[in-house]
């Protein structure tokens, strides 16, 4: 059965051809532009090609000479059917055929056979060359002012990013100016500096401490991924120990583990740990990939967090029992605001920074983050399959330089 591979962007004519050659015996492969056809006839080579010559992207012509370039389809005849076109210049450029449309469904199917049996239609090495040359001419101007375009493009999207990179910095600040005093009149109503509170007051007043909480975290993420991609945040380097700071995000994260009845076993070392580098911000960055272990792992589950040495590098393990990540998310989920249930119905809460702030965070300080999944890590005698995530940072961390806005 002769295989037929048709280019055609109108979806009412790849009816019309596939109707008359599927009944004369043909098995017909569609495709609606010139890519997707390029595509298509490198991985599966067919018989013969049917190209539209005014089809979106690469046209026919184009098409043709791609064809022809690729050694394994130098010898498949290639049919020119369109409405709009020049048959010299279809010749020209490598077609053996040109049919013009409305084609004649009587003798359609014979005529694509005759080509398949060897049937070419030529054209004189003059005009062959004379039209190739304008052909040329016409594919240069076609690529200049698809690379003007492309150029245009690119610089709104420069012009876009930077927009929205000064968007969300100027609403994380606006956003974060009255923060402080709600959660200074909040604690102070909280601690009872302004009167007895009753048991009622109490408990709607701890309801709002977590609330404002949860809030005030949310913007100061806002303005580290912000700072991160203008280059503006500051880190202020110190001397500082990597054991107290893992301890520290294991203290602060009891509540949350309690909270899911999730077990956190841990493996890091009694003595210190000296470091250079700002372990303030190593403990956000740590926080936000313990807090997406926790999040990730069922109730009842586990969450492993191991630290060592390797060389000039201190290396933190946070792995867990839960799902894991597929395999094609691995890379995505470490960019900014990137979710793999971005829905509105999703499971999981977050605006999807986090993971992106640490690696930023890691970076800076002189090491990395990957993930791994499925994971395969042993810790305090517990085996973790579900997603490890090695963040490192460096013994002596570089000086950061600032680059503006």
């Excluded at 609403?171 to 909040?186: D, F, K, N, Q, R």
């Excluded at 994260?253 to 003595?271: F, G, M, S």
Aim: with cysteine; charged share 25%.
């Amino acid at each position: 059965m002769p295989r037929v591979l048709h280019i055609e962007d109108d979806p009412v004519n790849r009816l019309l051809v596939r109707k008359i050659l599927s009944g004369a015996g043909f098995e017909v492969v569609d495709a609606p532009d010139g890519l997707e056809g390029l595509r298509i006839a490198r991985a599966d080579r067919p018989d013969i090609v049917l190209v539209d010559l005014n089809i979106p992207g690469l046209d026919g012509y184009e098409v043709t000479l791609r064809l022809r370039g690729e050694k394994s389809l130098r010898d498949v005849p290639i049919v020119a059917i369109t409405a709009e076109g020049d048959r010299q210049t279809s010749l020209a450029v490598g077609c053996d055929g040109f049919i013009q449309k409305p084609i004649d469904v009587r003798s359609f199917a014979s005529t694509m056979m005759g080509f398949l049996q060897g049937k070419r239609e030529k054209v004189s090495p003059v005009e062959s060359d004379e039209h190739l040359r304008a052909q040329s001419q016409r594919i240069v101007a076609r690529l200049e002012a698809k690379v003007a375009e492309l150029s245009d493009a690119n610089m709104r999207l420069r012009e876009a990013e930077r927009a929205r990179t000064a968007f969300y910095r100027n609403v994380s600040h606006e956003l974060a100016t009255p923060m402080t005093p709600i959660v200074g009149y909040v604690r102070l109503l909280a601690d009872e500096e302004l009167g007895a509170l009753n048991p009622s007051q109490k408990k709607a007043l701890r309801a709002m401490d977590e609330c404002v909480a949860r809030l005030r975290a949310l913007i100061d993420n806002l303005l580290d991924v912000t700072g991160l991609e203008a280059g503006t945040l500051r880190f202020v380097h110190v001397d500082y120990d990597v054991a107290t700071v893992v301890r520290r995000v294991m203290r602060n994260a009891e509540p949350r583990l309690q909270e899911r009845t999730i077990k956190l076993v841990a493996e890091v070392p009694e003595q210190r740990m000296p470091a250079w580098g700002d372990g303030e911000r190593l403990v956000r960055a740590l926080a936000h990939v313990v807090d997406n272990a926790v999040k990730f792992t069922p109730p009842g589950g586990v969450v492993g967090v191991r630290l060592e040495r390797r060389g000039s590098q201190y290396v933190v393990c946070i792995a867990d029992t839960g799902p894991g990540i597929p395999r094609e998310m691995l890379q995505r989920v470490l960019e900014p605001f990137y979710q793999g249930d971005g829905s509105p119905t999703r499971l999981h809460g977050g605006t999807g920074i986090g993971l992106a702030i640490a690696r930023r965070v890691a970076e800076a300080l002189g090491g990395s983050l990957h993930l791994v999944s499925p994971a395969n890590e042993r810790i305090a005698g517990i085996t973790f399959r579900g997603s490890a995530c090695y963040l490192s940072v460096a013994e002596r961390a570089p000086a950061v330089q600032e680059r503006p806005v």
